[in-house]
C-alpha cells in the first residue's frame, strides 16, 4: 500500500524522461510560483534534508514532499497525473509543453490505519 500513484499518461512521461536524463527525482516543496505542484529534476540538482518527507516510489523515482507541504497533506492519498500546458518551474516537462499535477482524495480508513494516521 502507497501513499502515492501515478496516471499511465504521466508514467509514459516520465519514462520518456528517465531516458533523456538519468537517475531522476520527484519533489513537491510548497514554495513560490510552481513550487506547490509536483517537480521532476535530476537527482544531483535538488539537495534533501530533514526537512523532506519520502512518500514512496512511482516509476522507480523517489517522491519527496516538503514537511510542511506534507502537514497539509498527510491524510491524503496522492496520485500524480500531467496535462497541457507550461508551469513556471523547473521541472523537466515544461520543455514539452506539459506540467505535472497532483489529485488528491481523503486516506480511506484502511490506509489511515496502515501508515497510522488515526
Not at 496516471?7 to 538519468?22: C, N, Y
Not at 496535462?83 to 499535477?101: D, Y
Amino acid at each position: 500500500m502507497q501513499r502515492i500513484a501515478i496516471t499511465d499518461l504521466a508514467a509514459k512521461t516520465v519514462r520518456e524522461l528517465k531516458t533523456k536524463h538519468g537517475v531522476l527525482i520527484f519533489h513537491q516543496s510548497g514554495g513560490c510560483c510552481d513550487g506547490s505542484s509536483p517537480m521532476l529534476l535530476e537527482k544531483d540538482d535538488i539537495y534533501l534534508d530533514e526537512s523532506d518527507v519520502l512518500l514512496g516510489r512511482i516509476e522507480g523515482i523517489d517522491f519527496y514532499m516538503n514537511k510542511d507541504q506534507y502537514e497539509y497533506w498527510k491524510h491524503t492519498h496522492l496520485t500524480i497525473d500531467i496535462t497541457e500546458g507550461r508551469g513556471a518551474s523547473f521541472s523537466l516537462e515544461i520543455p514539452l509543453g506539459k506540467r505535472f499535477i497532483t489529485r488528491s482524495r481523503l486516506l480511506t480508513e484502511e490506509e489511515r490505519k496502515f501508515f497510522g494516521d488515526n
